[in-house]
């Protein structure tokens, strides 16, 4: 997932999904692994894909697997967090595409109703943030040192 800083908040993407489950409603980009592709890469793939967004850095934040996360089955998700600062943003062309109606930035403290347990995934990416030193702050260097 991707949080910056906006206007002195933190924000996350968030994509709007336009296919079930969860049709219309927002949430983490990602996707599936490909056969063979490293976890980092599909997630880097699955960001471009739904957003446009390439971050530099991606770090592994954790794994979520609890059952019935997913009304398809049962499903694991690595999630991959980077943080980046207002100049990183320029760079960034985002739109949506792919699974994605569409791409917005919502701040963290207000976030709409998310698919799956993204709200749970959040709260550990937010987690992270707030107790690592030099996680939080808008020091405009894209990734999480």
Request: hydrophobic residues 40%; aromatic residues 8%; contains cysteine.
């Amino acid at each position: 997932m991707v949080v910056a800083w906006l206007q002195g908040q933190r924000r996350v993407l968030l994509v709007k999904r336009k296919r079930p489950p969860f049709e219309g409603f927002w949430a983490i980009p990602g996707g599936f692994v490909e056969p063979h592709e490293p976890l980092e890469v599909a997630a880097r793939r699955e960001l471009r894909e739904e957003t446009g967004a390439e971050p530099i850095h991606l770090e592994q934040l954790a794994a979520f697997g609890d059952p019935g996360r997913d009304p398809r089955g049962w499903t694991v998700s690595v999630a991959f967090l980077t943080l980046l600062g207002e100049s990183d943003l320029q760079e960034q062309g985002l739109r949506a595409g792919s699974d994605a109606a569409e791409v917005s930035w919502f701040d963290l403290n207000d976030l709409p109703p998310l698919a799956f347990d993204h709200a749970a995934i959040l709260a550990c990416a937010v987690h992270r943030l707030d107790t690592v030193p030099g996680r939080g702050n808008q020091s405009g260097r894209q990734g999480v040192p």
